[in-house]
């Protein structure tokens, strides 16, 4: 992978009058700049399972993911700049042979060297059998299968070197803020995280019924922990948002639009559709329902998404 990124991103503070009256300090962590194709926490979930392939001797990557997934752009990239093959496994049997019809995601995959093939709804469902599973072993000896969405316990690793950044930048951090897919990049940040009492990490889902999301996530984010130093030992508080997901997954009401657009506007700074504009109305959300108490200092992880088609 092109290791040529910013070491570390910017932590900006933003600044405006409803932050004052209730006295919180807020900032953004610019995890969208560390990349422009492999963005954001697409790039931390990535890393450490590069490395594995490279020493493992893997020669493809396969995955799978929606036509408008982020993932499977970073994936593309990633494993063309480490000289890997890949195969994306795409939701949606219409859109085969059909490039005219695709995203400016797959194309971008497809530009990358990614060979895409399109599943049924059903096949995609059932993607994790040992059927399928079993195939694709044997179409590919050195193949490496990375779960949709990227998250695995490799990609909660990656999440280590975030929170040493955000620990630096800003150690008095009290509340930080993500949104979640699948709940890795939460784990990740819950398992890596520094214990103080005072803190809180809040994932906001961009999903419907995302509490079946929580086991998982709580499997992810407990594992291996005793052997990370004693200042981890003891987990973080943490919580699932389950109201702000807006109508569910990619759906955009026209107050989120608009409040989109407001943000943008005000602090210069551009959200993805998809999740981080969720995150950030949920903040307001809470901040506005006295939820946030005085003296709070919020982190606000920027995610990335942008590289795509929003
Ligand atoms: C994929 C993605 C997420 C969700 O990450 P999970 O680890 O699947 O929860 C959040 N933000 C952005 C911008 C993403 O692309």
């Not at 700049?81 to 219409?94: F, T």
Request: hydrophobic share 35%; no cysteine; charged share 20%.
């Amino acid at each position: 992978m092109n290791q040529s990124i910013s070491p570390i991103t910017p932590m900006t503070q933003l600044r405006s009058a409803l932050f004052d009256e209730h006295k919180v300090t807020v900032f953004i962590k610019r995890d969208d700049l560390n990349h422009p194709l492999i963005q954001g926490n697409k790039w931390h979930k990535l890393k450490l399972n590069l490395q594995y392939a490279q020493q493992q001797n893997i020669d493809t990557l396969i995955t799978f993911g929606g036509a408008y997934s982020n993932h499977i752009a970073a994936t593309a990239y990633a494993a063309k700049g480490a000289g890997l093959k890949s195969v994306g496994y795409i939701r949606g049997a219409e859109l085969a042979g059909l490039p005219e019809t695709w995203s400016k995601t797959l194309l971008t995959a497809a530009e990358n060297g990614m060979e895409l093939r399109f599943l049924t709804r059903q096949a995609y469902r059932d993607k994790a059998s040992k059927a399928f599973t079993d195939a694709l072993h044997a179409e590919f000896s050195n193949g490496y299968i990375l779960p949709e969405g990227g998250s695995n316990d490799l990609a909660i690793d990656g999440f280590s070197s975030l929170m040493n950044d955000l620990e630096q930048q800003q150690p008095n951090w009290t509340h930080l803020y993500t949104a979640v897919g699948t709940g890795g990049t939460l784990a990740g940040l819950i398992k890596h995280a520094r214990y103080k009492k005072q803190r809180t990490i809040q994932g906001v889902a961009v999903l419907k019924q995302a509490d079946y999301l929580l086991p998982q996530i709580n499997r992810w984010s407990s594992k291996g922990l005793k052997t990370l130093g004693t200042e981890h030992i003891k987990q973080v508080n943490w919580q699932l948002l389950l109201n702000y997901h807006g109508g569910g997954y990619a759906k955009l009401s026209n107050e989120l639009k608009v409040f989109k657009s407001d943000i943008e506007a005000q602090f210069h700074i551009p959200l993805d559709p998809i999740y981080t504009v969720k995150m950030v109305y949920a903040f307001y959300q809470e901040l506005k329902r006295g939820q946030i108490k005085p003296g709070a200092t919020v982190i606000l992880l920027h995610t990335g998404g942008l590289q795509g088609d929003g």
